[in-house]
């Protein structure tokens, strides 16, 4: 029970991504059918979203490629940033477990068989434990080697995430050289017509309108997808570290749990 209710709070999102969109095109329809008169012909008839769309010109088809860019982005990083992608409970218990009795080489072993973020980072970290330095373990080494695989791991991860800011970025430029596009449309007609047509200019202003709300359209939910994946994964890679540091420090006041009770100052007083 507790499986299957994890599992669906990790799907909620992305049935939360779907239903949104299934109402952004659904919905306008049924209001264009709600709305519709049978006595109104069809050239007065409530235009469809899709027909919007495809009366928005041609910025209307890279915008319509940035949003599914933007789609695919949120449900990639949605499935990839999952805390049993990067610091599983149970590996979690298992290192800690393991690093308190000080067996580091079963530590390692249970890291390198786990593919997480953790599992890693512990594999590649804790060898650098010495034994010889009983005040620290070699933590400096230890420390050093969780650097470096963060430097190597976190690029990989953050390029997913800056796609967002790029598509947030180029997004409303689409929008406004196609808002440009209309309004030159829009003065060609008025020019060629001297302003007998007001359909044509409409429509050409429409046009300009049109690519204008897309591309803002597209890059808001960007930049929103953009801080929220962000510091959701800066918060994963964090905890992995405070794991690590919380083994160390296990570790090392296990190995140096005798000498703590050798200072405790003679010649007190029990009572």
Known sequence: ???????????LPLIIVGLVLLFAFVAPDLMAQDAADPAVDAENAPKSLLDQVINGGWAMWPLAI???????????????LTKGKFNPPVLQQTILANMTDVRVRSAI????ADPSYLGRMMASSLPFVDATDPESLGREKVEDSLADFTVKENPSYMAWIGYFSVIAQAAPMVGLLGTVSGMIKAFNALGNS???DPNEMAAAIGEALMTTAAGLCVALPC???FY?????????????????SQALDAAIATVNADQQLAKVPEGISEG
Do not use: H, P
């Open 1 to 11: 029970m507790l499986v299957t209710s994890s599992s669906f709070r990790s799907k």
């Open 66 to 80: 940035l949003s599914l860019c933007m789609i695919t982005l949120a449900v990639y990083n949605f499935m990839q």
């Open 109 to 112: 072993e249970a890291s390198a």
């Open 194 to 196: 001297g302003g007998a």
């Open 223 to 225: 930049l929103f997808f």
């Open 228 to 244: 929220f994946f962000k510091n959701k994964f800066n918060a994963m890679v964090t905890a992995a570290q405070e794991t690590a």
